[in-house]
Nanobody, 113 residues
């Protein structure tokens, strides 16, 4: 599976950004499509993921982004988006799309204070 991410940029605190990721290849709805991020000098961390569980979707968010970020997934198009609102300087990081052992190329999000 190849993952192509886009949408990063430089914004001021309080602004919004939307990240998008397209998965090329066969993926399964009941496996998570996820966003991770890695800030300078820190370990990569899980930001959010989403997958189909029965007839509903299951989502997970890191505590630091709850209420500000929203992950959405289009199961027909094999895409996953991350809507990031009320961005903070501590959200500055390279954001990676992930599916199982596949990683996107990373997209840089920089939030200035």
């Amino acid at each position: 599976v190849q993952l192509q991410a886009s949408g990063g940029g430089l914004v001021q605190a309080g602004a919004s950004l939307r990240l998008s990721c397209a998965a090329l290849g066969t993926i399964y709805a009941n496996r998570p499509l996820a966003w991770y991020r890695q800030a300078p000098g820190k370990q990569r961390e899980l930001v959010a993921h989403r997958y189909r569980s029965g007839i509903k979707d299951s989502t997970m968010y890191a505590d630091s982004v709850k209420g500000r970020f929203t992950i959405s997934r289009d199961y027909a198009r094999n895409t996953v988006n991350l809507q990031m609102d009320n961005l903070k300087p501590e959200d500055t990081a390279v954001y990676y799309c992930n599916y199982q052992t596949s990683w996107g190329q990373g997209t840089l999000v920089t939030v200035s204070s």
